[in-house]
């Protein structure tokens, strides 16, 4: 069975600061990864993916992540915090074995003046 | 392109009423349609996926006759709350696979705000 943790429900950064949400997944079979931003009342926006290709995925915004097999994680980082970057940040899990989603808790991302 | 509708995005209805949620994919053909719910300040849980032309599959605990979906066309897919109830109140999300796209990736609506009173 697959599984996703996303450690920090809360994380709070200063505008121009590294943002760094970290996202560990658990899974039988190989991958495929996603982070999704949701904006208050809004849906999902796929910031990136990576489905077995290049382990270093880049993505909208200047978003970037890395899948690390041996640490089993995906974390999402970018290296300068802007203040429209305040949201709800979802890791997501997806294989062929089961064909959907499995979705992280999500972690809220404050962006500090 | 790639872009999911729902319709409509905040609906209040009574108690003991039924409410139906439509679901577009307004550009590409949705082969597979998924229905999230969403409580406030929590992830998404999904509640069932749809192939159109079939029945679709509900996730365990999810109530199948009191969530009806029904997937009649690669575009759209519908969602009634039958008798609804306030405890049903919630941000129901739906998702989209497109025929021949990535493997995996699905195209999320707005959602529709459902408030029971």
């Known amino acids: 069975a697959q599984s996703v943790t996303q450690l920090g429900s809360h994380v709070s950064v200063s505008e121009g600061a590294l943002v760094l949400l970290r996202c560990n997944y658990s899974?039988?079979?190989?991958?495929?990864l996603f982070w999704y931003v949701q904006y208050p009342n809004q849906g999902l926006q796929l910031l990136l993916k990576?489905?077995?290709?290049?382990?270093l995925v880049k993505g909208i915004n200047d978003f970037e992540a890395e899948f690390k097999k041996s640490e089993t994680s995906f974390h999402l980082t970018k290296p300068s915090a802007h203040m429209s970057d305040a949201a709800e940040y979802f890791c997501?899990?997806?294989?062929?074995?089961?064909?959907?989603?499995?979705f992280g808790t999500g972690t809220r991302l404050k962006v500090l003046a | 392109g790639a872009v999911v509708s729902q319709h409509p995005s905040w609906v209040i209805c009574k108690s003991g009423t039924s409410v139906k949620i439509e679901c577009r994919s307004l550009?590409?053909?949705?082969?597979?349609m998924f229905w999230y719910r969403q409580f406030p300040k929590q992830s998404l849980m999904l509640m069932a996926t749809?192939?159109?032309?079939?029945?679709?599959?509900?996730e365990q605990g999810v109530e199948k006759d009191k969530f009806l979906i029904n997937h009649a066309s690669l575009t759209l897919s519908t969602l009634t709350v039958t008798s609804a109830h306030p405890e049903d109140s919630s941000f129901y999300i739906c998702?989209?696979?497109?025929?021949?796209?990535?493997?995996?990736?699905?195209?999320f609506g707005p959602g529709t705000r459902l408030t029971v009173t």
């Open positions: 998702s989209a696979s497109a025929a021949g796209g990535t493997l995996g990736e699905q195209y």
């Open positions: 899974s039988s079979v190989p991958p495929y």
């Open positions: 990576y489905t077995s290709a290049a382990t």
């Open positions: 997501a899990v997806w294989t062929s074995g089961t064909y959907k989603y499995i």
């Open positions: 550009d590409f053909q949705a082969t597979t």
């Open positions: 749809s192939n159109e032309g079939s029945k679709a599959t509900y």
